[in-house]
């Protein structure tokens, strides 16, 4: 089966009698609605809206939950958990045991396995926090990843520089639109309510171009996006979906160094994409 240990990934952990009214008031997502099994994208805002850190979250017994997130985003993510906490019954430590890893296209029944509710049910990946006593086989998890449209900071985006929507949170349900109040949570409902989210992620092919990650995506002359993770042929970015469009629309070429990419959105973000195609 493949599988990938996620070096470069922590977990910590949030926990007490208040754990759960204080996230909720944080966070992105509806940490009510997280089954036992799962992870769910998250994320904690700044004021403005933007993504300050990302992370995935699962509850973690009855009055806790874990953040699986980038190593580099530790120890800022606990002070600004300690400045928010004050006098709440929470304590905020790193689970020094618990190794990220993930696994997919996977028949057996893993224990002490949460599914990764990032991933749509074709390509099922599934979170793993301890060794594993089994055969396994080295995979590639970014590739996995790109074809997803799932984007991760660092590699795919900067942080403090995006919104939730332009990685899809609105659709993956990062987002949860009727619990009430959360940090950025007012620029966040201005978004959805009046669409105007003008970047999303989308899959870059080419057979021509050598991709690596850092390299601006060109149409009719200007900047469109720039390459996030790469995997051989392929790699994500986000793009301004409405100048792509705009360069569609006039039959003007998608590039990387002059050479011609394929931009390929996910089915099921039409409902969001479709809107752009032909916009005066």
Partial sequence: MPIQILNDRQVVAVTGHDAGDLLQ?????????????????????????????????GKLGDDGYFFD?????????????TLYKLRADV?????????PTAVW???????????????KADDKVLRLYQNIDIEIENGEFDDIR???????????FVINDIFPHDVYFDLNGGIDFKKGCYVGQE????????SSARKRIAM???????????????????PIGKMGTVS?????????VDRYFDAVSANHPVQINDKDVSVTFPDWAKNVIEPYQGAP
Avoid at 91 to 99: G, H
Avoid at 187 to 194: D, G, K, L
Avoid at 232 to 240: Q, V, Y
Wanted: aromatic share 6%.
């Fill in 69 to 81: 997130m980038r190593s580099a985003l530790v120890d800022d993510f606990q002070k600004r958990m």
């Fill in 146 to 156: 790109i074809r997803n449209f799932v984007a991760e900071s660092d590699g795919d």
């Fill in 105 to 119: 296209n996977e028949a057996l029944q893993l224990s002490n396995a949460y599914h990764d509710e990032r991933f």
């Fill in 25 to 57: 008031g944080l966070v992105t997502a509806n940490i009510e609605t997280i089954s036992e099994n799962s992870v769910v994208p998250c994320a904690l805002l700044t004021p403005q809206g933007k993504i300050a850190f990302d992370f995935l979250i």
């Fill in 204 to 222: 870059i092919t080419s057979n021509s171009a050598t991709l690596s990650s850092g390299q601006d995506i060109m149409a009719n002359g200007k």
């Fill in 91 to 99: 304590t905020i430590a790193p689970l020094e045991n618990w190794q």
């Fill in 187 to 194: 620029v966040v409902s201005r978004m959805q309510h009046r």
């Fill in 232 to 240: 051989g042929h392929i790699g994500m970015a986000i793009i301004r």
